[in-house]
């Protein structure tokens, strides 16, 4: 898991050949103007998702992981809380994974919470148990989803 601001965004482009492609449309974008939607970057490999979520508490908020893709995920219109436990300690161990949708969902709380607020980025690697979305109003957000 990273988290830093969004001036520093560039210098995580060296983690994954896509993260440049990703980069270049959020330095092109007013991004508090997008609208809610998905737009694919390179194909299925790199997609945009603008999202508005609903308030969620942490009891809420499944911890969940991606084999296929790493999210970089960043708030618009507010602070969101967002859970991290690693991968390995996601319990039950044995818990599905929905290929359609490249999602496994666990059980319990996370480990750590972090306050992520606009101007500020969270990126999860498949080995990054997350829970995001924890607010109490729901923010407008932006999930761009890259190919591991």
């Known amino acids: 898991m990273v988290v830093d601001t969004l001036e520093n965004l560039e210098k995580y482009v060296a983690l994954n050949p896509l993260f440049v492609q990703a980069v270049e449309f959020l330095k092109s974008r007013e991004l508090q103007t997008l609208e809610i939607g998905k737009t694919e970057l390179k ?3 790199l997609l945009v998702n603008v999202t508005q979520t609903k308030p969620k508490t942490k009891e809420e908020a499944k911890l969940e992981t991606h084999k296929e893709f790493i999210d970089i995920q960043i708030p618009l219109s507010g602070t969101e809380i967002m ?3 690693a991968a390995k300690d996601c319990v039950p161990a044995d818990a599905s994974y929905n ?3 490249d999602i496994t969902f666990f059980e319990g709380l996370a480990e750590t919470y972090i306050a992520v607020k606009p101007g500020m980025f969270a990126i999860f690697f498949p080995q990054d148990g997350h829970a995001p979305g924890i607010t109490p109003d ?5 999930i761009i989803k890259v190919k591991a």
Do not use: L, P
């Open 83 to 85: 859970g991290y436990t």
């Open 138 to 142: 729901g923010v407008k957000k932006i």
């Open 43 to 45: 194909g299925k490999d």
């Open 99 to 101: 290929v359609e949708k």
